[in-house]
């Protein structure tokens, strides 16, 4: 089968396939090709690529000749126009969030796979790009947080005194959140977690950190390891306690996502004029609205005093081990769909089925026709 590998547009410094995965494509049988400089921004040069058995091709040649593409952000519609009935995209499209694409990519008879739609289940634990660059996410957090926080994340004893460490609150404890204690209490602060789920309590508390528990808060196992909607009972007792550990933080990481639905606020106006001046939050939940009142996606604002860091895209700025972890990720994909260098795309499968957005003119994931 013939694969290409597009050059991210705009910002984004990460590549769909690293050298590693189109070296074993290609010796399996597949052809690849990948648009000059792709991987640049990543620190793979097109000499990589060769070496691996790609060829190197302008953009246009590789939308007019690969059979399935790759391009972690959304292609342009201008581009999808120029592929024709029965391609296959491969890349991250947000389906619950972005509707409206979704049906203008099922009447062009493109067959589109969003790598964010993977099946939370054990069997496609290889594959999970959330969790993968919740990973970076929640790690580059927590530095871009001590980077602007005018004090010292571990406590000191100096000859000048002894400096207090630094108190973070951390508010979700999936993928994101359980990296960002471990790496906060690595840099030495004292560290609280909350989230609605409390089976995650013993994960925070094995990373050092202290559960923030609110009781009677509702679990959903189908839901995937996300949080699920909270009655309004419980939203008000939630609000209180948290309050109490957020006045006193110097930084709050925040990582409350419920898939399709707009970010809880879960941080008010109110809870940063009680702040301490100078303190800083970084906002992971900041492409679907926040969790912060004031957040604005891809931006640091300041509210009341208080640092407010909205940051979708913190992976690319980790391109080199982002880019390894999403290529692993789409690779160990492609070992269910391809048999042989063929397209295997088997809907018996739960995985492939679960993924698959669109195929021959219609929308086939289940949650967008259900």
């Known amino acids: 089968m013939i694969l290409g590998v597009l050059k991210e547009p705009g910002m984004e410094t990460r590549v ?15 052809q690849v090709l990948v648009e000059k400089e792709a991987g640049m921004q990543a620190f793979l040069a097109n000499q990589l690529y060769e070496d691996a058995g790609a060829k190197i091709v302008e953009r246009d040649a590789l939308l007019t000749s690969a059979e399935m593409i790759f391009q972690i952000q959304p292609l342009g519609t201008e581009e999808r126009a120029k592929l024709g009935k029965g391609k296959i995209l491969i890349g991250v499209y947000q389906p619950l969030v972005a509707k409206e694409l979704m049906q203008e990519i099922a009447q062009q008879g493109i067959t589109l796979l969003s790598m964010d739609a993977i099946p939370r289940i054990t069997r496609a634990q290889s594959m999970d790009v959330l969790s993968s660059m919740s990973t970076v996410s929640g790690y580059k957090a927590v530095l871009l947080a001590a ?15 002894t400096v207090a460490p630094a108190k973070v ?15 906060a209490k690595r840099l030495g602060a004292v560290v609280e977690a909350f989230d609605t ?15 923030v528990e609110v009781p009677g808060a509702v679990e959903d196992k189908a839901a995937g390891g996300y949080a699920v909607e909270q009655s309004e009972e419980y939203k008000q007792k939630q609000s209180e306690m ?17 898939p399709g639905r707009k970010a809880p606020i879960l941080v ?42 909205g940051n979708s895209a913190l992976p690319a700025t980790m391109p080199e081990d982002a880019t390894k972890m999403y290529s692993k ?25 679960g993924t ?10 289940a949650p967008l026709i259900n």
């Open 147 to 161: 980077s602007q926080l005018p004090r010292f994340f571990p406590m000191l004893m100096t000859a000048a005194g």
């Open 268 to 309: 008010t106006r109110e809870m940063l004029v009680k702040m301490k001046p100078g303190a800083v939050i970084v906002d992971l939940a900041s492409i679907n609205g926040g969790n912060c009142e004031g957040t604005v996606d891809n931006q640091t604002v300041t509210v009341e005093g208080v640092t407010i860091i």
């Open 197 to 211: 789920r409390p089976s995650v309590k013993e994960q925070v508390e094995s990373l050092g950190g202290k559960f």
């Open 356 to 365: 698959c957005i669109t195929h021959e003119g219609a929308i086939v994931y």
């Open 329 to 353: 990720n789409v690779h160990n994909l492609l070992k269910l769909l391809l048999k042989e260098d063929q397209l295997n795309l088997n809907f018996g499968d739960e995985i492939i089925k």
């Open 169 to 183: 609150l951390v508010i979700g404890a999936g993928v994101a959140g359980l990296q960002a204690i471990a790496t």
């Open 16 to 30: 769909s396939l690293h050298p590693e995965a189109v070296k074993q494509l290609v010796g399996s049988g597949n």
């Open 242 to 258: 948290l309050e109490k550990s957020i006045v006193k933080s110097d930084v709050i990481i925040t990582t409350a996502l419920i």
